[in-house]
Each structure stands twice: as C-alpha cells, then as structure tokens.
C-alpha cells in the first residue's frame, strides 16, 4: 500500500529514524508498518490541512513520545478509576480497551487519533478518533493507509468526520524544524 498525499514542499522533518525502529510498547509490539512509512516519507507537518501525526524526535515538544504522554495525562484519572469517566466511549470502544489506546496524532480543531496496541493484527493498529466531548470513539480503519484514504474520500470522509462538510484535502505540509 502507499500513501495518496501529495507533498506540498520537499524539506521534511523525518523524525528519529533509530527511535522509530527501536521503539517497543508496554506489550512488546512496535510501531506499525503504515506509521513507519509515514514516517519515513513524510515525517513531521500537516496532512490533509487538518492532521499532525506525532513523530519520534528527540526532546521536541511535539515529538510521539513527549505529546502521547501529554495527552494520556489529561484522562489519567479515568484510567485510574472508571467513575472519573468524563467523555463518551461509544459508539466503538469501552471502558477495558482504553487501557490499549496509544494516542498518535491531533487535529488542528481538537480530535485526537489512537492506536488499539493491542489490535489482532500483528503489524499494524486499529486507528480510533474521538474529541473528547460528544463524538465518542469511532474506529476509523486498520492503519493509516486506511485514515487517509478515507479522509481524502468523496464517498467516505464522514466516516471519520461525521459533521464535516466535504473530504480533506490529499496534502502534506511539512514542517521544518531544526535540529537542537
């Protein structure tokens, strides 16, 4: 498979290609084969004028590392006690799965994308996208391959963005960052 975004500009910020490699999850899985083509050839920036997907880099403050653990840190009270459940789990999740969720990306009006580390299949996550506020937790396909094919889709976008008007747009942008 391969991506159908078009690249805006060629400077990219490819992130820690090492730590993209090396890296395992608490289960021993490691990243998976979509998002590290993601990675790999398009890095750090905006997709589809809409998506930041967190890439490994370093002490940057929108590295994966630093930001999935950011946002974890904004429901760790639920995590911790299911009666501090503050947002909707339906209509795709429940409460025992949020435990496998690995936050990945963000929009720019406030989703947050989610991997299922814990998905049957061995090389890729189950992607889930929630706002915390009214959507729930929707499963939006099997990989990112699957994310960005739909949101660049006519017939498909509102699968993932039900209240959004028209698809997004098949672009990346990156964005240059310069190495400390």
Not at 119 to 125: A, K, L, P, R, Y
Not at 134 to 152: A, H
Request: overall charge negative; glycine content about 6%.
């Amino acid at each position: 498979m391969s991506y159908n975004l078009k690249k805006v500009r060629d400077k990219l910020t490819p992130g820690s290609i090492e730590m993209l490699h090396s890296h395992s999850f608490f289960n021993g899985r490691k990243f998976p084969k979509s998002y590290i083509d993601f990675v790999e050839n398009y890095g750090y920036g905006l997709s589809c004028d809409l998506f930041i997907i967190y890439v490994p880099m370093e002490n940057y403050p929108d590295s994966f590392f630093i930001r999935s653990q950011e946002i974890i840190g904004t429901y760790q009270e639920v995590l911790d006690n299911e009666d501090e459940l503050w947002f909707d789990m339906e209509p795709d999740l429940s409460y025992k799965k949020l435990k496998d969720l690995i936050p990945f990306a963000m929009s720019e009006n406030g989703h947050y994308l989610f991997w299922d580390i814990e998905s049957e299949n061995s090389e890729e996550f189950d992607i889930y996208i929630t706002d915390f506020k009214g959507l729930g937790f929707t499963k939006t396909g099997g990989n990112l391959y699957d994310f960005f094919e739909k949101l660049t889709s006519k017939n498909k976008f509102k699968e993932i963005l039900p209240f959004t008007e028209s698809s997004l747009p098949a672009t990346f942008e990156p964005i240059y960052i310069n190495p400390r």
